[in-house]
């Protein structure tokens, strides 16, 4: 418990929305988090390459010269807002190798350097928090490192990023088309000018990369994850999935089992009765499943000023009282990452045909031959675009879990089918429920 | 950081479901634990009243004099989980005044006696955890404590009694009556034979007291919650309320004002497009406004053996790695809680009345009168039960947010028209955006 009453000094690389946001909460609650933290937390020192925008730095100083604040004898802890990786990376390990604690946003920085910071911050006995970095404000790090820590966990399925969210809720909400929904989002801050970063699921798989590292206490293994994202989803399969009593999610999803561990990040069809479904907007959520306390689920703003700034205070609160936890220690084993085609999932098939007897039959003959049930079809579908189109009709058809090599396979085989007459769809479907 | 590998040796009071769940992820999930807490947590004594069950204690001692317990030798640690009030409160109190931290899922206790209990671990300098009192496998009490640290929580929304939302979902999607689907969760163990406690909000009330508690660092206020159950909920308020665009969920609500704290349990209209419309079954859910992270929800199982195990563990892990926190760190100042004729809320009413014209704008004027505006109405609804009641038409009005007093008053001057044929239900509406 602490009894130490002097301040806990921070030094905050960076003069971005989240730092701002930082020197923002740790004003404006500083009541509240002196009595939580049991002595007051307060910024010292403020750095950042830009010249010193019009901020509000509540006494603490300011510089441009960011490589220097690591080591400042002023500051007690380092928040590392900076963004980008090459200077992170050698701000974070500058104050780690000075022995200091470290703070951090950086899910980059994380997901491809973080085993070799974590060892570092271990030989230095100290700690790396990285609340801000998965989801925002949702204190899923929290839950895993303290609520959920009798637990082994089983899976990870998240909405966690922001951007494909926010695209996949306008396309189906009001029929906008995807390249309109991305301009909104551009338009109202939640997509970059160069949105690939987010809609290709970059930025999932290194949250999904700093989850996984936690929940299954495995190395990073960034490289290792089967990205997909979503500029391939068309409003017809988010009609279709509709039929089906499906939503399509953008989802970052982990799984243990005995072979290994599964990694991936794509579209997948969720059921609409399950509350994943129903995380709309820019909202961010995650769903751990432990094999004490079953499915929990975590809800909250993934970004945003206030949102980040709230975990990074977290973070800090832990340090200042003495509760921050030492970097990786459920660090266990070294766990494989399944091979993508090794993955076992259902699967959604939008399958453009042309409109003669006997297509279904013919292509459920050759699902069955590589050995793939049907779970649901649409086999008379209306073809939702019709245009120039008019005589096709989509076969869609959602098959029982499977090993993702064969329907690879089948999906050629149907390829090569004369009466079908435009590329196969193929989208991942996950009831959440283990399988 | 935790130096210390000496085990952390657990004496467990009651071998109920939940007891039985502890050992059972002690033993069952002792590795990842041990990694975790940086030691071994180990049960070492058992005690319960009832003759030793046919439970695999896992080599430790057992003892049907509970009394003894807390001042066992053996034990560093009193998980007390023999519920009910009087003797679950003295070995408590036993544990802490041997200077030895407790583990208790005792809402009733908490509720009722969590402030001396707090004041006497405080004074003896040992925690108190109570991660299993609320809302079972959910980490809410660890999103307080650690993840949210840095907020001033605005307020609280939560279905935190697994009976009513089983009883509620039952109704809503199956169309049962509330006896039925009562005697439905009674058949299934979602509810106990005499179901008062659950279904009459106490339950609910106690939980509740101990969320405002860590919430806004205010005393434990049991008998000042307002209290309503579930009981006179009808398929008729279901039915209006869907075609309004809400459900009707079981809620405890707590929220912070310049005034005071509103603290309340009772049915709420809650719109179709949340979050926490869609937590169904026997599931529970938080919604918690903080005024940084803004609304973030946590949802999961409520109870059970294994989710409230996960609970208890997590304490137990907490304590083990020297990372629990001291009881009531944020215990600020004493704040009023608002009388419910005080509070402001938005209402839902069903006015039955005969069917002559002008009985709408009659009940129109009448609401104008006490300066209730009307948000939205179904001036012509089917009646919904009709048996002896066809002349009978519900006027069903929700209103603008208002003073309840007013509405009280409104209510008895609309009661009193002679086209009023039946006792008017009213029934709060929350939109859960804090007003």
Known sequence: MPTVSSPLRVGICGLGT???????????NSEIIQLRAGRPIVVTEVASRRARPEVDLAGAGFSTDVTSLPNHPEIDVLVELIGGEDTALSLIESALMAGKPVVTANKAVLARHGDELQ???????VSLGCEAAVAGGIPVISALEHGLAGNEVEWVAGIINGT???????????????????????????????PTFDIEGVDAAHKLTILSSLAFGMDHRFSEIHVEGISGVTLEDLGYAGQLGYRIKHLGIARRSAAGVEIRVHPTLVPETHLLAHVDGVMNAVLIHGNAAGDTLYYGAGAGELPSASAVVADLIDLARGTALPPAANRAVDIPVIPIQQNVSAHYLRIPSS???GVFARVATLLSEHEISIEAAIQRAQAIHTESEEHWVPIVIVTQPVIEGKVTEAVAAVQALPEVVGEIVRIRV??????
């Open 18 to 28: 989240v730092a701002r946001g930082v020197v923002r909460v740790l004003r404006e």
């Open 119 to 125: 060892q570092l911050a271990s030989k230095q006995g």
């Open 164 to 194: 494909c969210n926010y695209i996949l809720t306008a396309m189906a909400r009001s029929g906008q088309s995807f390249e309109t929904a991305l301009a909104d989002a551009q338009r109202l801050g939640y997509a970059e000018a160069d």
């Open 355 to 357: 409109d003669r007897p």
């Open 430 to 435: 996950d009831d959440l429920d283990g399988h």
